[in-house]
């Protein structure tokens, strides 16, 4: 009896952390257990209110809405192809269809074209090369949805050789100009603290004017969209998802410190490389539609405009690296064909998809990089940022400079470029 009073006595206490810590485990599966819980009865609800609810609500009153968008125009010897997409809530049949009010044999559609989806319109119709065209679409119902095609221009046939133009087209405007503009950086290390503000003003200037630029060729494309995924929804959501990947990654390669993203003037210098990058895919894709569409004209006026206006971009690359080390040129060679290389990829699905949504996601995509990235530039602009005081100075007149030459620079090189 003594010796298990010992053998008691001799155990520690355990104290009030250990218990803690055994208490932990249990505590965690307890709460993911409710948490999955709960996350089953919603959707149970949900399920079952979209069941009954659906059926216990009355038909909607009134005629059909119908909605159609062409989304493609595919022109061939004799025959015109239209990817039509069914934008309304309700089905849609295509009865008849006339091009400058003949009739005209159609060839698919024969079925109702269910909401969301897409059929494709065949009609046999011996076009003329250059001329304006008018599509007719009559619904089963006696609706009248046209397409106007303001000059009739052969598709150019998908292949090794149209792939092999818009890559070299996409060099041209991306790659080339991009790595022209970062070879400046030698001769901009010469300029003092004053003037490396400056050119970071500058940097802000030619972001801003980009992201402007994208918004008005985002709502432009809306409108030629059908809606049916969105329209101009697309480009906030791209510009949402961007924003928030890139500040991701900042924060990631922050915490990390790692030489490739670098400290300071390296990472944000990729961070502009990425943001300019997205945005030259866009431009890319833009590049490749108007290609398809017969409306860009290739030649040497184009690429010396894309040339003088995309080096602006490879002075915004390397106006961070100015206090940095001299970096190497594996690494700046990096950085051009992060911004650049994009195009060759973006006018490469111009020219093969032509979607109208697919280039408002890639535009919003570019806008929220840019917005990110002049998130970041935006405090070494400051003339005094004292953050232990709580004193923060607004930009002085050589930043407000800086950014107003650096929008009407990319606004005097924007006018070169013939397409």
């Known amino acids: 009896m003594s010796e298990r009073a010992d053998i008691e006595t001799e155990r520690e206490p355990v104290t009030a952390p250990e218990a803690e810590a055994n208490r932990a485990p249990a505590s965690g599966w307890r709460g993911w257990a409710s948490t999955v819980t709960v996350v089953l009865l919603l959707g149970l609800a949900l399920a079952a209110l979209a069941v009954v609810g659906g059926r216990s ?26 990817t039509v997409r069914n934008a309304g809530p309700d089905p849609v049949q295509v009865a008849q269809v006339f091009v400058n009010d003949a009739f005209v044999d159609v060839r698919g559609g024969e079925e ?6 897409s059929t494709v319109l065949t009609l046999d119709y011996p076009w003329q090369e250059g001329q304006p065209y008018v599509v007719s679409m009559l619904t089963s119902t006696g609706l009248v ?40 950086l030698p001769v901009l290390r010469r300029i003092g603290k004053g003037g490396i503000r400056f050119l970071l003003a500058v940097t802000v200037g030619l972001l801003i004017f980009l992201a402007v630029d994208a918004v008005f060729e985002g709502f432009e494309l809306g409108d030629r969209s059908g809606g049916a ?29 790692d030489p490739a993203g670098g400290r300071g003037g390296g990472r944000l210098a990729l961070m502009i490389a990425i943001g300019i990058g997205l945005h030259n895919l866009g431009e890319g894709l833009a590049i490749g539609s108007a290609y398809a569409l017969g409306e860009l004209a290739l030649g040497a006026a184009l690429v010396i405009g894309f040339a003088l206006h995309n080096t602006t971009e490879g002075l915004a690359i390397v106006s961070p690296l100015l206090a940095a080390q001299r970096p190497g040129v594996p690494r700046l060679l990096g950085l051009g064909l992060i911004a650049g290389g994009p195009a060759i990829l973006g006018a490469v699905l111009g ?16 806008i929220g990089a840019i917005a990110q990235v002049v998130v970041q ?16 100075a607004a930009m002085d007149a050589t930043a407000i400079l800086g950014v107003a030459v650096g929008v009407a620079a990319m606004y005097a090189t924007g006018l070169l470029v013939l397409a």
Do not use: C, K
């Open 377 to 392: 530039i935006a405090p070494a602009l400051r003339t005094t940022d004292d953050r232990a005081t709580g004193t923060v």
């Open 57 to 82: 609500l009355p038909e909607r009153i009134g005629p059909p809405v119908e909605e159609l968008a062409v989304e493609q125009v595919r022109l061939s010897p004799g025959r015109m192809d239209l």
């Open 112 to 117: 109702p074209i269910e909401p969301r989806r």
């Open 145 to 184: 949805i046209e397409h106007e095609i303001g000059a009739a221009v052969r598709t150019p046939t998908g292949g090794r050789d149209l792939f092999a133009v818009m890559a070299l087209l996409g060099t041209y405007v991306g790659i080339v100009p991009v790595v022209l503009g970062m070879l400046l």
């Open 229 to 257: 995924f969105g329209g101009v929804s697309l480009l906030a959501l791209g510009a949402i998802l961007a924003f928030l990947g890139l500040t991701f990654i900042d924060r990631w390669l922050h915490r990390r410190g």
């Open 351 to 366: 020219a093969s998809v032509g979607n109208a949504e697919l280039s408002l996601l890639l535009l919003g995509l570019g």
